[in-house]
């Protein structure tokens, strides 16, 4: 088993930044991939970035250039800076640990509401 536990939401205003967290504990010598994930308002989850054990990030196309994920499996964290926040960026966004074997865990979710 995996726990996952994000932070760093909150309420910011248009072209604001913010930086969130996501600390796994448990079986993390298994984590291979951690992800963000995100879910607006009547929408279906969305995939935003992930990064592997490897050091390799994957960014959602269209948040290119205001998205940047960082890992450090060592202390079982990954981040993810948001800048230049936009309204449509409002969303609970998750994480989420792929390990090997094939499962996902996810956390509860941090609220971003970006909004003046």
């Known amino acids: 088993q995996v726990q996952l536990e994000e932070s760093g939401g909150g309420l910011v205003q248009p072209g604001g930044s913010l930086r969130l967290s996501c600390v796994a504990s448990?079986?993390?010598?298994?984590?291979?991939?951690m992800d963000w994930y995100r879910q607006a308002p009547e929408k279906q989850r969305e995939f935003v970035a992930r990064?592997?054990?490897?050091?390799?990030?994957t960014v959602r196309d269209s948040v290119k250039g205001r998205v940047t994920i960082s890992g450090d499996f060592a202390k079982n964290t990954v981040d993810l800076q948001m800048t230049a926040l936009k309204p449509e960026d409002t969303a609970v966004y998750y994480c989420?640990?792929?390990?090997?074997?094939?499962?996902?865990?996810w956390g509860q979710g941090t609220q971003v509401t970006v909004s003046s």
């Open positions: 989420r640990a792929f390990v090997f074997g094939g499962t996902y865990y």
């Open positions: 448990g079986r993390t010598f298994d984590i291979y991939t």
């Open positions: 990064v592997n054990r490897d050091g390799v990030t």
